[in-house]
């Protein structure tokens, strides 16, 4: 008996990792052909003359951390508000944490925006 059970957690394990390097592999895959054909679509506009104007990025100034970190901070926020709301009110687990994060979330995007704007305001 335990024979069998040890077999049948070694093919799980085993289906386990070929799904997961068959994941990674793909991933990786792409990742490589998208920056390969990009790199070769690049060189030949060199080769040719074009200008490389579309390769340069913009200066970023910050505001793209500030962006992600209240997201994410508004998030955390949310995940607590979550387990507030699930805890000591008994909603559904499901609705209150995606309710909360979502809102949460929301809202920090929303005064990433408010941010943004007064200080582009300023410079006008």
Do not use: W
């Amino acid at each position: 008996m335990a024979a069998v059970l040890n077999l049948e957690i070694m093919q799980e394990v085993t289906r386990d990792c070929i799904v997961s390097l068959t994941l990674f592999a793909a991933v990786f895959g792409m990742v490589y052909v998208f920056l390969m054909t990009r790199h070769r679509e690049r060189m030949a506009m060199l080769e040719r003359g074009v200008s490389t104007s579309p390769f340069h990025r913009p200066q970023q100034n910050g505001l793209a951390t500030l962006k992600y970190g209240m997201l994410l901070v508004g998030i955390g926020i949310g995940f607590i508000m979550g387990a507030v709301l699930y805890n000591h009110f008994e909603i559904d687990e499901a609705v209150s944490f995606l309710s909360m994060v979502t809102l949460f979330g929301g809202l920090s995007l929303i005064i990433n925006y408010l941010i943004v704007k007064s200080k582009y305001a300023d410079k006008d």
